[in-house]
């Protein structure tokens, strides 16, 4: 679906959290933050390719992953559910929302739709496992010869582990 007739354009909305993000805070869905969202959610960024779905994602959302990944925060909320809407009078979140004359300072209290084609986030519950950083991604955070460092030591404990198994003896 296009987004012809909407006022609001997609790409002023966060893909993870789906709130209104100021130009200053908003970024590009990266490989990292890919990597991340998958990780941590279990799902991988979809709709890329589709007019109606929104391409970036905010700094606070990409904070509180990188936060998770280095130990810092336990858990972050479910990210919205995109889902390609059906039309625009009543299931397209970015005709259903007035973002106009929101800023920084007063846009929590924008008031976001819950609807078939995108499901707000919730809170995370505990009867659900808080998912565990894997140790590759955390490379991600360093610098680029500590990052190189690191993966030789990877490579290096893969393939000792690959060699002491193969010698064991049954």
């Not at 790409?11 to 869905?29: A, L, P």
């Not at 993966?151 to 003896?169: G, W």
């Amino acid at each position: 679906m296009a987004t012809r007739g909407c006022s609001n354009d997609p790409n002023k909305f966060c893909y993870i959290c789906g709130e209104f993000t100021i130009k200053k805070q908003q970024r590009n869905i990266t490989d990292f933050v890919k990597k991340l969202c998958f990780a941590y959610f279990g799902v991988k960024l979809g709709d890329q390719d589709k007019s109606w779905a929104t391409h970036i994602v905010c700094c606070i959302c990409v904070e509180e992953l990188k936060q998770w990944l280095s130990g810092k925060q336990k858990y972050l909320r479910f990210p919205m559910i995109w889902r390609e809407p059906t039309n625009h009078s009543d299931d397209f979140y970015f005709c259903s929302l007035n973002v106009h004359g929101f800023n920084a300072k007063n846009r929590k209290g924008i008031v976001y739709p819950n609807i078939p084609s995108a499901m707000r986030p919730v809170p995370h519950v505990p009867r659900i496992a808080i998912p565990k950083p894997q140790k590759n991604l955390k490379i991600y955070l360093l610098t680029p010869k500590k990052k190189t460092m690191a993966l030789m030591m990877i490579s290096m404990q893969q393939e000792v582990t690959f060699l002491n198994s193969s010698h064991k003896v049954n």
